[in-house]
């Protein structure tokens, strides 16, 4: 089923997104109380179908609970409750974890808590027996074996979508990832994928060049890969490469490129204003949201089909506004 009805703005459906349960307003922290993200409850659930999972409930560590915490070697840390490291929980909390995370190949994104022993992205203190806590920090325990099982989902703590560029970059993963997965499928046919890279080729552009080039061989009909082992190893290189916010620089190259594609069909004057907004946006003076809708204008107009369809110029829906604030 297609996401889109004409327009990224169009959508036919939500997409399916894993969240902390405390982020939208479930009483399941240890102190009885939640964690709610008006972002994420408010503004992102109009386009996303959350599954909500707290990993401390469903092991039956219930609520209020003693507050836990990781303790150990930091590359293998171990969960306890704070006033008792004597018991260790880890084996308790897995096992429910794994029971939930076997069934998540369908989300194509997860946001979680952030500074949780259990859901933490980054940052998480592992303490060492003397009570101090390690110089490493760790992910909580939930969050290496999501990371594990599923390494090319977008995956976001709640404090860092209050960054610009973290929670535009976590989007367009978000977005890209579903598209591909509802785009080429589990039964791939070569004109589907080669369809895809069609439409995204300005957006892996702004990302990295040589990934770029990369991803065109890979398509070329020079590799004698079977069709599966080739939608398989684009998609890991696309999303790893999408992991990486876009370059200010990579996204002015972009823009030149375009307005390339205006040079028989405007006068001169025209393009020159053009490419005056996007050395504005270079020197940091305008958002990206600003040449992109004065290129798009005039594209609708004299562009091709094939440029009007590049993904680059709305890769998630347009009300949310994420152009506007990088």
Do not use: W
């Amino acid at each position: 089923m297609p996401l889109f009805l004409n327009t990224p703005d169009q959508l036919t459906h939500k997409i399916p997104v894993g969240i902390s349960a405390c982020l939208l307003g479930e009483n399941v922290r240890y102190n009885g109380g939640h964690s709610h993200s008006n972002y994420c409850d408010n503004v992102l659930s109009e386009y996303f179908d959350y599954q909500k999972f707290c990993p401390e409930m469903a092991a039956g560590f219930g609520t209020p609970r003693p507050t836990l915490r990781l303790e150990g070697d930091p590359n293998s840390p171990r969960m306890t409750f704070t006033k008792n490291s004597d018991e260790d929980v880890s084996e308790t909390f897995m096992a429910a974890s794994n029971q939930y995370l076997e069934k998540l190949s369908h989300l194509d994104g997860y946001i979680l808590m952030k500074k949780s022993p259990s859901c933490g992205m980054e940052r998480i203190k592992v303490y060492q027996e003397n009570g101090h806590p390690h110089m490493q920090r760790s992910a909580g325990l939930f969050t290496k074996e999501l990371q594990r099982r599923y390494p090319l989902l977008p995956i976001e703590e709640d404090g860092r979508l209050n960054d610009p560029i973290l929670r535009e970059n976590f989007l367009l993963r978000v977005f890209t990832h579903h598209d591909f997965r509802h785009s080429v499928g589990e039964k791939p046919k070569m004109k589907d994928l080669i369809a895809f890279h069609s439409r995204y080729k300005y957006m892996v552009m702004a990302h990295s060049q040589p990934v770029y080039r990369q991803l065109g061989r890979l398509l070329s009909g020079n590799d004698p890969r079977p069709v599966d082992d080739l939608k398989d190893a684009y998609f890991e290189i696309l999303m790893t490469t999408l992991s990486q916010p876009a370059e200010r620089k990579n996204h002015c190259n972009v823009l030149m490129h375009l307005v390339g594609y205006l040079k028989h069909a405007v006068d001169v004057s025209v393009r020159k204003d053009i490419l005056d907004v996007v050395e504005q946006y270079r020197r940091g003076e305008v958002n990206l949201a600003t040449p992109i809708t004065l290129l798009r204008h005039y594209l609708k107009h004299y562009g091709s089909e094939y440029i009007n369809e590049q993904s680059y110029f709305i890769p998630y829906p347009s009300p949310l506004g994420i152009r506007n604030t990088v």
